[in-house]
């Protein structure tokens, strides 16, 4: 992927942003008793039939392969909140609309692992390849005024996880680029930053990457 020959520019690949994404919570209407789960990232539980809980996606992906429960689909997946939210996408084209910050990983995930859970599932997948396109389609258009802005750093207000990670690489060489015959003095000159320091560690293990 773009950028990650460059260490100024380091990006995630798209399975750490999925694996990242696992962790948001989601909701679950479960088919059967079970006792408290103590997990690291919190409790969860107990669960009853037809209780609805919450819990990380990654869990109520576990459950829903095990034929253990349902997930609901998140308010802002619905149909009637999509369209909304696409037509106000349009509508601007100098803001982003709020969305969850991992709304990419989380509908494919749902996709893939909850198809038969989500109403509409082919009209639901449209409007979010929609949503997403015109909003990549913003920050493009947007990059055209970086040069008149004069600032070594840009501001974009609800960019989520996956569309910063792709276009972080893009817009730090177009800045570069653009204050190299302007404004040669704006650029970061990495051998005149002072040396980052070690950053602390701690004891605490850490989840690792599920092979699927």
Excluded at 41 to 52: E, I, N, R, T
Excluded at 121 to 145: G, Q
Excluded at 152 to 173: H, Y
């Amino acid at each position: 992927m773009a950028g990650q020959s460059d260490p100024h520019l380091s990006i995630f690949s798209a399975e750490e942003v999925e694996f990242m994404a696992e962790d948001e919570l989601v909701e679950i209407v479960p088919n059967m008793r079970m006792d408290k789960l103590t997990l690291i990232c919190g409790d969860f539980g107990p669960f009853f039939p037809q209780m609805p809980a919450q819990v990380p996606l990654w869990l109520a992906i576990a459950l829903k392969k095990r034929g253990k429960c349902t997930i609901r689909l998140p308010d802002w997946m619905s149909v009637e909140n999509l369209s909304q939210t696409l037509e106000a996408e349009r509508d601007s084209q100098e803001s982003f609309q709020v969305l969850p910050f991992h709304y990419v990983e989380i509908s494919r995930l749902l996709f893939d692992h909850a198809r038969g859970d989500i109403p509409d599932v082919y009209t639901v997948r449209s409007l979010i390849e929609d949503i997403r396109d015109v909003r990549f389609h913003k920050v493009e258009t947007s990059l055209e005024s970086f040069e008149d802005a004069r600032s070594s750093a840009v501001k974009v207000k609800n960019l989520s996880a996956m569309e910063v990670n792709l276009v972080r690489p893009f817009v730090g060489r177009a800045l570069q680029a653009f204050y190299k015959h302007g404004s040669p003095e704006l650029v970061p000159n990495p051998e005149r930053m002072p040396p980052r320091l070690p950053q602390a560690t701690d004891n605490v293990q850490r989840r690792p990457l599920r092979k699927r």
